[in-house]
């Protein structure tokens, strides 16, 4: 049903659809009765997994990226989501890249995009986050928060800083976002300098806060293995909570001639789904072998059936997060995967 509905869905602009298709789910569950329905429909049954402190319901969240603005909470909470990740959050809001910015590759199962963190601001999410977080919800939700374009690199830890600041109390775990490659210069935020900078900052915050939030660093895939080992370092020093691997992928040599071809036609932009599937997994894998397992990984990248959750947990991820996969595979994809994955009560994968 939905491969149909989908290749009607793929002649259309992929962004304007993003809207288009939450928005009318939007509107489906401000039903009461129906909105229960699709709950019933699509909610798998709970496994609870735990990770930094907090109780997931299942171990698939969606990534950053898909609801910025956290307007569709409640709509994806219907499709079975254990947490969404919102943002990524700016202090300022801004309108991001010019569109076209979002581009679907069919052959590679996969998608192109180069948004720049266009985003409301923090002020206006907080208030939003305040609103939902008045209602009785069991869905964790995490903040990825990043830095606006035009703030220079030397001052990008107020960014952080203040993007923490107003959404702490809202949210139930912090991401912060160094690895788009959708922001010029953002990147450079990896080095083990300037991520002690802003670690440093927000753990001096959230230790003199009331309720402390656990703290992740999202990487990017196309990271060396002394960068990496840089992140390593950091993580184990300054006491991370966890780390998301990984952001989209700037390395085209996955796809295939055709898809290659409209990929370098479109320009910049970075590359999610299948193309990042294996270096997502070989990443985990160093990172928890590294570790010895002691710091918590969110596996995202090629994330589509159960088979590929598997492969994540098997390299070491806790909880997994989809986004392309949840474009392909449609709003089943939670359950799908948990129906698969689970085995009686025991919630092993």
Known sequence: ????????????????????????????????????????????????????????????????????????????????????????VTPLPQPGNDAPRLFRLPADRALLNRMGF???GAEVIALRLKLWKSKPSNLIIGGNIGKNKLTPNEDAWQDYEKCFLALHPFV?????NVSSPNTPG??????KKSLLEIFTVLQNHNSKLESPKPLLLKIAPDLSVAQIDDVIDLAMEIKLDGLVACNTT?????????????????????????????????????ISQKT?????????????????????SDAG???????????????????????SLYTGASGRW
């Open 1 to 88: 049903m939905y491969s149909l509905l989908r290749s009607v869905l793929f002649l259309l602009d992929a962004e304007k659809v993003h809207y288009f298709s939450m928005n009318f789910l939007k509107t489906l569950c401000s039903i009461g009765f129906i909105r229960k329905v699709i709950t019933k429909i699509y909610s798998p049954k709970d496994i609870p997994v735990t990770a930094f402190g907090l109780r997931f319901k299942n171990a698939v969240g969606l990534a950053a990226g898909f609801d910025k603005n956290a307007l569709y909470l409640r709509e994806l909470e219907t499709l079975g989501f254990s947490h969404i990740e919102i943002g990524t």
């Open 172 to 176: 139930d775990y912090f991401v912060v």
């Open 317 to 339: 991820a806790t909880l997994v997060q989809v986004w392309t996969g949840f474009v392909y595979e449609g709003p089943g994809i939670v359950k799908k995967i948990c129906k």
């Open 118 to 120: 266009n985003n409301d």
């Open 292 to 312: 010895k397992g002691t710091i918590p990984i969110i596996g995202s990248g090629g994330i589509f059936t159960a088979k590929d959750v598997k492969e994540k």
């Open 250 to 286: 700037l390395d085209r040599t996955g796809l295939s001639g055709k898809s290659k071809e409209k990929a370098n036609t479109w320009g910049m932009g970075g590359l999610s789904g299948y193309p990042v599937k294996e270096k997502s997994a070989e990443i985990i894998r160093y």
């Open 186 to 191: 953002l990147r450079e935020l990896q080095e």
